[in-house]
């Protein structure tokens, strides 16, 4: 009777298209723990709530993400203090995802620890009231809009193609989703060899 109710668990594990990380993060600034900075991920439409947090008085908080159809632990996540200091902590090299349980299940867990400040911008951002531009290299990305602030932190895909704009560089055009302060844009490239780069904008205030 325990091996068909164990059997049974584990068919239940593998229909449920809920994916869940457990993530414990610890953030620091120029070492000191940092208070009040925001994890969250790049897309809060692709999680269930909670799509941001914040750590406590000593750096650190734990999260629980879960994404339906879609696994957070194979995702970036952004760590910030503000939309002007940020850090894109990628799978794989800034934490790594590790099965919880047993059979099929579909929860991982991971450790990040993450130092700010964040490398400087390498995207070049600019917006016209709610109309934006972005600069930057030349490389296949997934692109998103970032809005962070003491009051909230939220992320957003960008669908709109890239256009050339000029030899090694290129520019998307997007309208801003939200009239949110705190406004910097994410991009996460493929560089070759499974490998990407992470890279951010300059911060843009309210429109």
Not at 50 to 58: E, L, S, W, Y
Not at 108 to 135: F, H, I, N, Q, W
Not at 192 to 198: H, N, Q, V
Request: glycine share 10%; hydrophobic share 45%.
């Amino acid at each position: 009777m325990k091996l068909l109710t164990a059997l049974a668990a584990a068919a239940s594990f593998a229909c449920d298209p809920v994916y869940s990380l457990h993530l414990r993060a610890r953030v620091t600034d120029h070492g000191a723990p940092l208070a009040g900075a925001w994890v969250m991920g790049l897309d809060s439409a692709s999680l269930r709530p909670p799509v941001a947090v914040r750590t406590g008085a000593d750096g650190t908080v734990e999260v629980e993400f879960r994404g339906f159809l879609r696994n957070p632990a194979a995702d970036p996540l952004a760590v910030a203090a503000g939309a002007g200091a940020i850090l894109i902590a990628l799978p794989d090299r800034d934490f790594i995802a590790h099965k919880r349980g047993l059979f099929f299940g579909h929860a991982s867990e991971a450790t990040l620890d993450a130092a700010l400040p964040g490398p400087p911008p390498e995207l070049s951002l600019r917006c016209e009231g709610s109309s934006c531009e972005v600069e930057g290299p030349d490389l296949p990305c997934a692109v998103y809009e970032l809005y962070i602030d003491s009051s909230g932190a939220q992320g957003h895909a960008l669908a709109a193609p890239p256009r050339t704009a000029e030899v090694g560089r290129q520019k998307v055009s997007f309208k801003r989703s939200s009239p949110a302060p705190g406004l910097v844009v994410a991009a996460v490239c493929a560089v070759g060899e499974g490998k990407l780069r992470a890279l951010v904008s300059n911060p843009i205030a309210s429109p």
